[in-house]
């Protein structure tokens, strides 16, 4: 107690800067004081750390107390803002006593230098044992990151993790463990390496797993990577392969589905090679297979209730419990709608009814079917209609190859192209018929096994091709309207509804250019048949036929005359040859040459006009 009225005594005493005179003070109270003096001198000297409290904090500063006659302020920059929300008022902080006043009379304190004499200490005792060190990540500064372990420090983005790192925004504010590889007191360079502490820890973990890992074992790991194939997990310093099929005893499309990284997961050890450091691990072994009585729980032609688990363009997934899923495929949806598109008519999560038609217990298949819910009409076909029967019906479909008419509720006939009509060039069904309309057909055919039906219009009437020979024989002339010009004739209709073509070489006995030169479309006139062929379906008519020929004028007597002797000219020269032949001509060249028969012809020829025209003379 008299220390301490004494020490504040003294404190007052050095406040005042002064001594009295008058004090009078006994040896023993000399000696205490002496001691108090040499005590408050080594604890207040500068350079030293000392223990403080956080009296205040404002937007600039922090006020903080050492128990000396006056308080210090601390300016902010020298704290990271990690720090300066780690520190409230009333907490301990150590500071380094700068100097014992300025000139308000405040001491001088720095919590960075206290901070850093106190870390470098630390910091060289670590790196000469060889430990790790824990800081916090203050910020990201080039080629990587800025930590405070007391003093900056750099960790290269390198030495960050043992995996590439993309974002290191994720390390700020973070705490961090990390081996120091360099440490240089005199540049204040301090180099760190998480991803080796991070090796070293794996290789102890690895150590220990080695030894205490064994097949069939229940362990916990760390989803580390995911991969299209399966999941990496850490279970223990060492990484197992979860492969994508021994995640669920369902259809997965991918392992995302189920893990996400950084998960804790649950897995069995399937496999251990402890020579090459292999595990695969499965998480559907942890529960029952349910495949090992789906054949006595789901027999064919069982009906089952399930939940669509995914759409796919060839049907649809149905898990009928978990880890049993069925496929419905798309030709099994419906007995009567053609479905090309399963997403307009279903919907992920919905609840389905089916019936089971296949199940491939060894594979893990099994087919579903929705249309077998219900009766096959193809069934009741061959009883109801036959071949030749008149029907009548709703084009339910138009092709480019015909009509689709449906003969009962999901049964349709098609009427091809080609029985539309006897004797109109339908280019398109859609020309003449719309979706809804209602047509009268015959029946043509019926293939129960191949559900196939074909109908034909035409075949309503008789085929006018038939008796074309009778109805319109050569040489005759009909009348007709032209249907269509083409660059090689005109198509002109009859009244019969048949078709005959005018070639364009039959249109004038001049040449002709175009057609339409002649003829236009709607155009009525007369034609002469010059062809008939029911066999080919053509008929050929004739315009230029019509035309009377021009009578040609008598020739000459001459003429006649002349025609005549040239024949028995020929006549004659043939007999020449053949009795020239018979002779034996010793030397040609010596006797004289004989006058051909056609010369010899025409020279008899000549008298005989000659004759003629003296006699008329």
């Given amino acids: 107690m008299l220390k301490d009225k004494n020490i504040s005594k003294f404190a007052e005493l050095l406040r005042a800067n002064v001594i009295d005179e008058d004090l009078q003070m006994d040896e023993t109270l000399n000696k205490e004081l002496a001691a108090v003096y040499e005590d408050f001198a080594v604890k207040f000297r500068v350079g030293k750390v000392v223990s403080g409290k956080v009296v205040s904090k404002d937007a600039s500063q922090i006020l903080v107390s050492i128990d000396y006659k006056s308080d210090g302020f601390i300016p902010n920059y020298e704290f990271s803002d990690y720090e ?14 700068d100097r014992l006043e300025d000139e308000n009379g405040y001491i001088i304190l720095s919590y960075q230098k206290a901070k850093a004499l106190k870390a470098w200490d630390k910091i060289a005792e670590l790196a000469e044992q060889d430990q790790p060190v824990t800081g916090v990540v203050t910020h990201k500064v080039k080629g990587g990151l800025n930590v405070d372990i007391g003093i900056p420090a750099f960790l290269p983005g390198s030495q960050v993790d043992v995996q590439r790192v993309a974002d290191f925004d994720q390390f700020v504010g973070q705490d961090v463990t990390c081996k120091i590889l360099k440490v240089n007191k005199k540049r204040g360079n301090v180099i760190l390496s998480r991803r080796r502490f991070i090796e070293e820890q794996r290789s102890e973990d690895k150590k220990k797993a080695l030894e205490t890992i064994q097949e069939n074992q229940i362990i916990q790991g760390i989803v580390k990577n995911i991969t299209s194939y399966g999941v990496f997990v850490d279970v223990g310093g060492i990484d197992g392969l979860l492969h994508i099929t021994d995640m669920s005893w369902g259809r997965i499309g991918h392992p995302s589905e189920l893990v996400r990284i950084g998960d804790t997961i649950t897995v069995k050890v399937i496999s251990f090679d402890k020579q090459h450091e292999k595990i695969s691990l499965g998480m559907k072994q942890l529960t029952p297979n349910p495949w090992e009585n789906i054949d006595k729980k789901y027999p064919s032609e069982t009906k089952v209730k399930g939940k669509i688990s995914s759409i796919t363009d060839y049907g649809l997934f149905v898990e009928v419990e978990k880890g049993v899923e069925g496929l419905i ?9 053609r479905i090309n598109n399963l997403s307009k008519h279903f919907t992920v999560g919905q609840d389905i009814e089916a019936v089971v038609v296949a199940l491939d217990k060894d594979n893990r298949r099994m087919s579903l079917s929705i249309k077998k819910l219900s009766d096959d009409p193809w069934k009741t076909v061959a009883e109801k209609f036959k071949a030749g029967e008149k029907i009548s019906g709703k084009i339910t479909n138009i092709t480019d190859f015909g009509l689709f008419v449906q003969l009962l509720e999901g049964v349709d006939g098609l009427v091809h192209i080609s029985d539309i009509s006897w004797t109109e060039h339908i280019a398109h069904p859609g020309d003449k018929y719309k979706k809804g309309d209602i047509v009268e057909a015959v029946i043509l055919s019926i293939d129960v096994d191949n559900r196939k039906v074909s109908l034909g219009i035409k075949q309503l009437e008789n085929d006018p091709w038939t008796t074309v020979a009778v109805a319109y024989p050569a040489n005759s002339v009909i009348e007709g309207s032209v249907s269509k010009i083409t660059s090689f004739g005109a198509f002109i209709k009859l009244e019969s509804g048949i078709e005959g073509l005018v070639h364009i070489s039959e249109l004038s006995d001049k040449e002709v250019a175009k057609v339409e030169d002649i003829l236009k479309v709607g155009q009525v006139a007369k034609f002469k048949v010059i062809k008939v062929s029911p066999e080919e379906r053509k008929l050929g008519l004739s315009l230029r036929a019509l035309i009377e020929p021009k009578e040609q004028p008598e020739r000459p007597a001459v003429d006649v005359e002349r025609e005549r002797a040239m024949q028995e000219a020929k006549r004659a020269e043939k007999a020449a040859r053949y009795a020239e032949a ?31 025209d003296d006699k008329s003379e």
């Fill in 84 to 97: 300066l929300k780690r520190f409230n008022t009333g907490d301990e902080i150590e500071v380094m006593l």
């Fill in 582 to 612: 018979k002779k034996s001509a010793p030397k040609t060249k010596d006797l004289p040459q004989a006058k051909s028969s056609l010369q010899q012809a025409l020279e008899a020829h000549a008298a005989k006009m000659k004759s003629d």
């Fill in 329 to 337: 495929h798309i030709s099994e949806i419906s007995w009567i709608e």
